[in-house]
Every structure is written in structure tokens, then in C-alpha cells.
């Protein structure tokens, strides 16, 4: 049993590539109406485009108060509700702890962390008015697996798990769901990876997963009947030894 996600109001942010815009694609082919944010306005517009007028392309800087409050606001202005948030923009980093850089851990940081909390924050009053959403975050296995040679990405992504556990019980009573996508590697830009034959070549060594793979798993999430709440979707590419 499905529920229908024709006509959904929903936000993606990170849209403009990876994951983010697998997943709006998707819904978009599912007649939902989305709100693509992101910080690269060519590159939403491209896909606001390639979706069709459904789709409404609001730059967006996470870390900036300011501009989730806007996106939002467009948001109501533009469709009167939001259904959906699914806060997905994020950095990626990796390497030795003594050789890293503080200032580039706290933007990573500020975007995977507090970023998503803003958003959160942002459509939470619309949500609870109307007594109905879901709330989907993109963690990672991350934040399942303490994996040694990324330990900033993967303390961040702890912090949404420790989130997405909290938050969930505390909207609960608003009809309100929320969970965690959580996705072992992934050959997109967020890793670097965009040549087409080398994503082929990972998929065909059963090493990564597309963006896509991921964005069918959201909407799965989504689409289940409302009494069913998909906590945490942990999925890996199945040559992935962890």
C-alpha cells in the first residue's frame, strides 16, 4: 500500500545536483510541486526548467538565516503550504585530523549541521499548524559507522542521527514524520565523481550507488500510508566493506 504524493509541496535543498537533484526529479515526475534551493542559481534554474512550471528555483545559502526564512516564505507564498522538507544539502570532507583545516570543518559544519537545522526549524510552524509533513534528512552510513579517514563528515552526520531520534518524538503528536536517508557511497560530485563512464563503471562493480538509487529510496520513504514512520533507510552499494 502507497500514499500518493500527487500535488505535495515539497522543499529539496542541495537541488542543483547529486542526490538532491535525483530526488527532485523524481518527484517531479510523481506531479508534486517542488521548491529547489540551493546556492547555485544557473543550475536550479536549468532544472526548474527541465521539470516545468511545477517547479520553483529559490536560491538558497543554508547557513544564512535570512535566506531559509525566505525560501520558506516564498514557499507559502507561492503554494499556500509545505508538506515536504528534504534537507539534503551538504559537504563532504575527508583526510587526517592533524593535517586539516578548523575553518573549512566549521563550514562543513554549518551547512550539514546547523544547516538542516534551520530548515527544519523554518517549516516547523507551517507543518504543526496544519497537523501533517514529513521530514526527511540525508545523513550517511556516516553516521552509522565511525569511518576513520573521514572523521569530520562522519561526526556531522552523528549529529543529524542524535537530531532526526529527538526531533521525531517531539513533532509526533502533529502528525508530523521524520527521518533519516542514510546512504553508503555515492558516485556524484559530492565525492567528485561525474564522468558519466566512471559512475557506470563503480555501478557496475557494484562499489557505488547513483544519485537515483538514493532518490528512489526517499520517495519510498515518503510514499508509505501515514501510520508508517521509515525511521532510519540504510542502504550501501553491496560491495561496500565496512
Not at 559544519?109 to 544547516?115: A, E, I, K, R, S
Not at 543529524?160 to 527521518?179: D, E, K, M, N, S
Request: include cysteine; charged fraction near 20%.
Amino acid at each position: 500500500m502507497t500514499h500518493t504524493l500527487s500535488g505535495k509541496v515539497v522543499i529539496v535543498t542541495g537541488a542543483s545536483s547529486g542526490i538532491g537533484a535525483a530526488t527532485a526529479r523524481a518527484l517531479g515526475r510523481l506531479d508534486c510541486k517542488l521548491v529547489l534551493a540551493a546556492r547555485s542559481a544557473d543550475k536550479l534554474r536549468d532544472l526548474a526548467e527541465e521539470i516545468g512550471p511545477a517547479a520553483l528555483d529559490v536560491p538558497t545559502d543554508v547557513t544564512v538565516s535570512a535566506d531559509v526564512e525566505r525560501m520558506v516564505a516564498q514557499t507559502m507564498e507561492q503554494f499556500g503550504r509545505v508538506d515536504v522538507l528534504f534537507a539534503n544539502a551538504g559537504l563532504y570532507t575527508f583526510g587526517q585530523v592533524a593535517e586539516g583545516d578548523p575553518d573549512a570543518w566549521a563550514r562543513l559544519m554549518d551547512v550539514n549541521v546547523d544547516g538542516v537545522m534551520r530548515c527544519v526549524r523554518a517549516v516547523l510552524p507551517h507543518m504543526m499548524a496544519q497537523r501533517s509533513g514529513d521530514i526527511v534528512l540525508t545523513s550517511s552510513i556516516s553516521g552509522f559507522i565511525d569511518i576513520h579517514w573521514e572523521p569530520i563528515y562522519s561526526a556531522s552526520k552523528h549529529a543529524i542521527q542524535g537530531f532526526v531520534h529527538t526531533l521525531r518524538r517531539q513533532v509526533a503528536p502533529f502528525g508530523i514524520r521524520v527521518g533519516a536517508i542514510a546512504p553508503g557511497m555515492v558516485a556524484n560530485a559530492l565525492w567528485g565523481i561525474t564522468d558519466v563512464a566512471e559512475i557506470d563503471a563503480r555501478v557496475a562493480e557494484r562499489a557505488s550507488l547513483r544519485s537515483e538509487d538514493v532518490a528512489e529510496a526517499v520517495v519510498f520513504m515518503l510514499s508509505r500510508p501515514p501510520h508508517v514512520t521509515i525511521r532510519d533507510l540504510v542502504m550501501l552499494p553491496q560491495n561496500q566493506d565496512l
